[in-house]
């Protein structure tokens, strides 16, 4: 079965301009948690959905927001982009909760997003 | 507030001897612990989980403990390949949630 999609797998922004990132889950999976690993920071958790709903935020500032579509598919935006925003951005999916945790979370190959 | 630990950044091993990435946490309300493996510019791949309630899960070549009591988890591969060489992360959850709380990674280096 297809894995986790992310696209575009590469984009490069301008200070200032905002940025939507898509995530198509596994087929069947609902839940899309989105994370964002930088060199400094390591791996670092960003939003959880489920069914459409927010259920967990990480701590990140109002610039960035995320959604997930009724077919699952999940996007996040950043909005006046800043250099430090630059790094690869990570999507999972899971089935539904709990399930994950035995089989792990898949995640996707990830966007890089340099910002210049 | 890093609840999730990895205080080595990098590991050196022969190829056919044991590997063994440690983890340290501080969160007692975990209630599962993941290990994944990640190449640059892609994503993390999954290696084992074990729940909160056992000590210890095989995967062919890949063992996790977990020591509860000193808040403790351990990755051990036996024997260690060259392909294991890779940045290896835990990371840990909480019931109800699939938010995952990642340590700050090690790298492996197998040599021959």
């Known amino acids: 079965k297809a894995g986790v999609t992310q696209t575009p797998r590469y984009l490069i922004k301008t200070r200032g301009q905002q940025v939507t990132l898509s995530c198509s889950p596994i087929s069947g999976h609902r839940s899309v948690s989105w994370y964002q690993q930088t060199p400094g920071q390591g791996l670092q958790f960003l939003f959880e959905?489920?069914?459409?709903?927010?259920?967990n935020k990480g701590n990140f500032p109002g610039r960035f927001s995320g959604r997930q579509f009724s077919n699952s598919r999940s996007e996040m935006n950043v909005s006046t982009l800043e250099l430090g925003d630059s790094a690869l951005y990570l999507c999972?999916?899971?089935?539904?909760?709990?399930?994950?945790?035995?089989?792990?979370?898949?995640f996707g190959s990830g966007t890089r997003l340099t910002v210049v | 507030d890093q609840q999730v630990k990895q205080n080595s950044p990098s590991l050196s091993v022969q190829e056919g001897r044991i590997s063994i990435l440690n983890c340290d946490y501080t969160n007692s309300m975990f209630d599962y612990f993941l290990w994944y493996k990640k190449y640059p510019a892609e994503g993390p791949t999954f290696l084992i989980s074990i729940s909160s309630i056992k000590d210890k899960n095989e995967d062919g070549r890949f063992t996790v403990f977990l020591n509860k009591s000193a808040k403790h988890l351990s990755l051990h591969i036996v024997p260690s390949q060259p392909g294991d060489s890779a940045v290896y992360f835990c990371a840990a959850t909480t019931y109800n949630t699939d938010k995952l709380i990642f340590g700050t990674g090690t790298r492996l280096q197998v040599f021959p």
């Open positions: 999972a999916s899971s089935p539904p909760t709990g399930v994950g945790k035995n089989y792990g979370y898949t």
């Open positions: 959905y489920f069914s459409e709903t927010q259920r």
